[in-house]
């Protein structure tokens, strides 16, 4: 089955299709060089209206997006009008992806989301701040077209007046929320819902490049969790899916305070976490998305194409993985991409994945590529993590 993969990056949804016996093609920002060889791979540089006309001159059985096509939900729609979309339509991201909306099916159900306030109403302009009674604490301003922590920064707050400047007409403005940011992953059919993990998330670490808020990798599964936490986590699954119509695979980004566990966002696609649980456990979560889509859809899935799980060939209990970011502008050498193609595996996974192509310019803060390290505890990965990006970037920069 020839599955058609868009979105800001692909790569990681292709090589899970690929484990799943799917034959994926793709169109991303990168086109990233590890995966020449393995699938068809085209770079758009108009993302993301680029997207419909090469997926209308692509022979596929469906299509499925990845991350940051969710914040396009009239794309989504005209795309899916041309080819059988494999996940959530228009409708349902326009309402899942409302905090509004969002907050009331959780309020509604007894379940915490943070206050948030959307004043793009009430902005008379932008030569004029915004001023709003709020209560004191700590606040975030968020993007409604963000993605992995793009788009969010701190806010400064005067009293209980919250004085924000600056353009605000796609933006809200939501209490933070201290404690671990986590990301719960999920498949729903038509007849069922399944937590298939919960994984830790890094946000903003100095250590990767990344921007303050930003997300910059994932790690689990998470152990240790409170008792009651992972049934609560189940919960909000199920209210989810019962309120929006979530099909396939779908994240949720939680803080976990204690025992109390907060939803912050729905991703309803295949998500970042999601090749850290098939490296820990052989899930094969494109294998499951595929085949809830098509019963949520009322078609036979293929009987013998995909099983529930693949042979993983780890042996340690818990992965990682990390998005490098540059720290300065850098145009990336020949030297760089064969010796990073060429770095070895790690218990028969690729320790760097996102490979940029040799003569690729990145700029600051952009990211580079990604790195994945595994062992018996949280603390043993983010350590195998850490090294492996001060290697990294002894290679990177080396030139410059």
Known sequence: MRIALVGASVRSAAQSALRAGYQPVGADLFADSDLEGKNRLVRITDYPAGLASWLAQTPCAGWIYTGGLENYPNQVAAMAAECPLLGCGDNVLQAVRSPQRLAAALEGAGLRFPETVVY?????????????????????????RGSGGSGVSSLALAGVQLEADGPMEDSYVQQYIEGRSCSALYVAAADRLE??????????????????????????????????????????????????????????????????????EVNPRYTASVEILERASGLQAMG?????????????????????????????????????????????????????????????????????????????RQPVLTLFAAGESIDEVEGGLRQLVTGVEQNLYKRI
Not at 300 to 319: L, V
Not at 330 to 339: K, N, Y
């Open 288 to 364: 499951q998305h595929v085949r809830a889509c098509q019963q949520h859809r009322d078609q036979q899935a293929e009987a013998n194409r995909s099983a529930s799980s693949f042979q993983s060939a780890s042996t340690s209990p818990y992965h990682g993985k990390v998005i490098l970011f540059a720290r300065q502008d850098v145009t990336i050498q020949q030297e760089f991409t064969q010796w990073a193609l060429g770095t070895k595996s790690q218990e028969g996974f690729p320790q760097l994945a996102d490979i940029p192509r040799s003569g690729t310019a990145i700029r600051e």
């Open 195 to 264: 937590l298939l993990g919960i994984t830790g998330q890094l946000v903003g670490e100095l250590w990767t490049g990344a921007a303050p808020y930003q997300y910059c990798g994932s790690i689990g599964p998470w152990p240790g969790l409170p008792a009651g936490v992972n049934e609560e986590v189940e919960r909000i699954g199920a209210v989810l899916v019962k309120a929006f119509g979530l099909v396939g695979l779908f994240g949720v980004d939680l803080i976990i305070a204690g025992s109390q566990v907060w939803t912050l």
């Open 120 to 144: 793009a109403d009430v902005l008379s302009s932008k030569a004029n701040p915004c001023s709003l009674q709020m209560a004191p604490g700590r606040w975030l301003q968020k993007t409604y």
